[in-house]
Every structure is written in C-alpha cells, then in structure tokens.
T-cell receptor, first 114, second 115 residues
C-alpha cells in the first residue's frame, strides 16, 4: 500500500459526460501528479500540482482540468468525454517538487466511456 | 526531449531462470534520474528503485539488481532466480532536473514467469 488513495476505483460513463476523479496523497506529501495509462499511448504525464499550485503540464487535453485543494487532495476533471478517454488514470505523490523524488502511485481509477 | 525505450515488449521464462529487462534512455540534461516501477496484474504501480545520473554504481536488492551504464545510456534490471510472483509489467522511467518533475515512461516489458 503506497498510502495514496484514489476514488472511485471504476467509473463507467457515456460520451459527452463529465466526471471527477479524486486523489489523496500520502501523508505529508505536497506534490500530486496525474498520469493516464492507455493501450495506445502508454503511461503519459498529465499535470502536476505542488502545494496548491500548478507546477508542470504534460499532454493534458483542454477538456481536462485539475486542481489541488488546501488539504492537498486533488481532483482531475474530465469533460465532453470521448471513447478515446477510456483509460486507467493514476495519481502519484511525492514529498517535494524535485525531479529526484520518487513518486508513489495510487491504485488508479479505471474510466470506461461507452 | 527525453525518451525511454524498452525494446522487449514481452518476456517469458521458467521459474528460477535469471532474466534481464533492458532500458535505454535519451536525454540532453546532465542531471537526470532513472526509475523502475512494477505493475502487477492488480494494476497498481510499485516503485522499485531510483538512480541519479552521477551514481553509476550497480545496486543489488535481494534477487533484484540494476546495471546503470551512462556510456550506453542504459539502465537494465535483472531478476535472479525468477519466481511466479515476479510476473508483472515493468516500466523504466526518466525525469530530468531541467524539465520539471514529470516521469517519462518506457512502453513497459511484460514478464511472465511460468512454474
């Protein structure tokens, strides 16, 4: 158990809908990262927050947004969902915002868009 | 831009065999960090090791060992005396000091250990 929690574990929805994925980092970790794992794209970095502020952005679509709240939990919002958004979404956390810090991953949220 | 290549998409071995998973990376940064993660069938990503670009010492942890060679831009992972519980997808990843904190992952190697 990495100490990172994600809810829900599974999510099934329809095209055009909007969903919110939630992540609670390990106790004391200030950085939260979101990754998407799909069959065709592999594991891709989406976005990072550090202590409430956006720190880095990767291949995140404009239909996706995220935020980190004062209690350090984070939410990833996916809107106008398409079939291709079906994937496993991971949240990870680390103590600081340095590239040498290992990131600990949550169990993931499996999103299925029908 | 950084890139990680795991040329072996799938490896199958019989229990107790040794197996090496290859990882080749590309980076322009002089300071970078390499990682290995394990993804068992249950789906979570488990951190195994971190290595920084200034430390080329090999590392051994039980049946696991890692060989980092800057000259060939490789960070290979060897499992000695493999066990069925080692069956998983293994990912090599890279982060660069000057490119933020994102991890760039390789495509993964699926290891199947048969009894």
């Amino acid at each position: 158990d990495s100490g990172v929690t994600q809810t829900p574990k599974h999510l099934i929805t329809a095209t055009g809908q909007r969903v919110t994925l939630r992540c609670s980092p390990r106790s004391g970790d200030l950085s939260v990262y979101w990754y998407q794992q799909s069959l065709d794209q592999g594991l891709q970095f989406l976005i990072q927050y550090y202590n409430g502020e956006e720190r880095a952005k990767g291949n995140i679509l404009e239909r996706f947004s995220a935020q980190q709240f004062p209690d350090l939990h984070s939410e990833l919002n996916l809107s106008s969902l398409e079939l291709g958004d079906s994937a496993l979404y991971f949240c990870a956390s680390s103590g600081y915002s340095n590239s040498y810090n290992e990131q600990f991953f949550g169990p993931g949220t499996r999103l299925t868009v029908l | 831009a950084q890139k990680v290549t795991q040329a072996q998409t799938e490896i199958s071995v019989v229990e107790k065999e040794d197996v090496t998973l290859d990882c080749v990376y590309e980076t322009r940064d002089t300071t970078y960090y390499l990682f290995w993660y394990k993804q068992p069938p249950s789906g979570e990503l488990v951190f195994l090791i971190r290595r920084n670009s200034f430390d080329e010492q090999n590392e051994i942890s039980g049946r696991y060992s890692w060989n980092f060679q800057k000259s060939t831009s490789s960070f290979n992972f060897t499992i000695t005396a493999s066990q069925v519980v080692d069956s998983a997808v293994y990912f090599c990843a890279l982060s660069e000091r000057n490119a933020g904190n994102m991890l760039t992952f390789g495509g993964g190697t699926r290891l199947m250990v048969k009894p």
